[in-house]
């Protein structure tokens, strides 16, 4: 059996939620000015053939993006289309917005992941979405959409993260990376040590949820945040993390770690103990928009990103 792609999962969902025939979807998303083979795109979708094999069943980043037509006038027609065909009005919209955050959002992160594609980014900027101060509903709906059709088109999260930031600052005057987190308390205090090999495993409701990830020994580091760039990175983590909130990276035989300006702040709790120190408090505490002072990491140590995101330091190997 084919493994579902990330376009194949967006032909299909539109079809089953929406109604939008396979055809339409792809007048709708591609400039069909565009030739290929001697023929324009739009006459290409008219042939059912080269439609199913070369469009919706395209295999990641076998369509290349100049192919495409204007993503975010794409995504209001989609979007559009698919409030009018859940009912219209309010009610409509709000099954929209549940079915990209939920259903739809699932099954795009597996097909990503089923491709080998780091699926971790696309939830995020869903709960990055859903926790956005908006004046419309219907431009969450928008966004989640934007999201899920972008991503099928390219099968490339962070180009779709890219876009869809992109036209929250032009269009809706917000960003990905304007949450504010709820208060946790931030008891005064210091620890630090260093170990050859570390990696980092997330702590939630006080139990291990695995992988572990190893941090890079490379100069540049890891990178972790909600939608970090480079090739060092971890994205596991909550909605108030900023897109690049911390690096760590080691120096001299020892681990360092550095607030990256996020909005939400940086603590080290002391395996040694339990004593806490804050690397960067909250913006909203008028704090300068700056990277942090380097601190020292040691083994078992917890790492805390802003209001619930932990992870415990663990030692990988001596030497």
């Not at 969450?140 to 059709?149: Q, S």
């Not at 390219?154 to 992109?166: C, F, M, V």
């Not at 300068?288 to 995101?309: H, M, Y």
Request: glycine share 8%; with cysteine; proline share 5%.
């Amino acid at each position: 059996m084919a493994t579902d792609t990330p376009s194949s999962v967006m032909y299909t969902d539109l079809r089953q939620f929406g109604g939008i025939a396979h055809r339409d979807t792809a007048t709708v998303l591609f400039d069909g000015s565009v030739s290929i083979g001697g023929k324009t795109l739009s006459a290409r979708i008219d042939d059912r053939t080269f439609l199913s094999r070369e469009i919706v069943h395209a295999k990641p980043g076998s369509l290349h993006p100049e192919l495409f037509s204007d993503f975010p006038v794409a995504a209001k027609k989609i979007t559009s289309r698919l409030i009018a065909a859940r009912g219209g009005g309010q009610a409509g919209c709000s099954e929209v917005i549940a079915h990209y955050r939920g259903a739809a959002a699932t099954c795009m992160c597996d097909a990503l992941t089923s491709n080998d594609i780091d699926a971790i980014p696309y939830g995020n900027v869903v709960r990055k979405i859903m926790s956005l101060h908006l004046e419309l509903e219907s431009d969450r709906a928008l966004l989640l959409v934007m999201l899920f059709v972008i991503v099928g088109c390219l099968a490339d999260p962070r180009a779709a993260i890219d876009a869809i930031d992109a036209f929250a600052a032009s269009e809706l005057a917000t960003s990905l990376d304007t949450l504010v987190g709820d208060e946790a308390p931030r008891p005064q205090a210091a620890s630090a040590a260093h170990e050859t090999r570390l990696g980092l495993v997330r702590l939630v409701n006080g139990a291990f949820r695995p992988p572990i990830h190893e941090l890079s020994c490379d100069p540049a580091g890891t990178i972790i945040g909600c939608l970090p760039n480079g090739p060092h990175s971890i994205a596991d983590v909550d909605a108030d993390v900023s897109r690049q909130h911390v690096r760590i990276w080691r120096e001299d035989g020892r681990w360092l770690v550095t607030d990256l300006n996020s909005t939400n702040g940086t603590r080290v709790i002391s395996g040694a103990d339990k004593s806490v120190h804050i690397i960067a408090g909250p913006q909203a505490e008028s704090r300068e928009p700056s990277a942090s002072e380097p601190f020292e990491l040691r083994n078992s140590d917890i790492l805390c990103l802003g209001s619930t995101t932990r992870f415990l330091v663990m030692k990988l190997s001596v030497g």
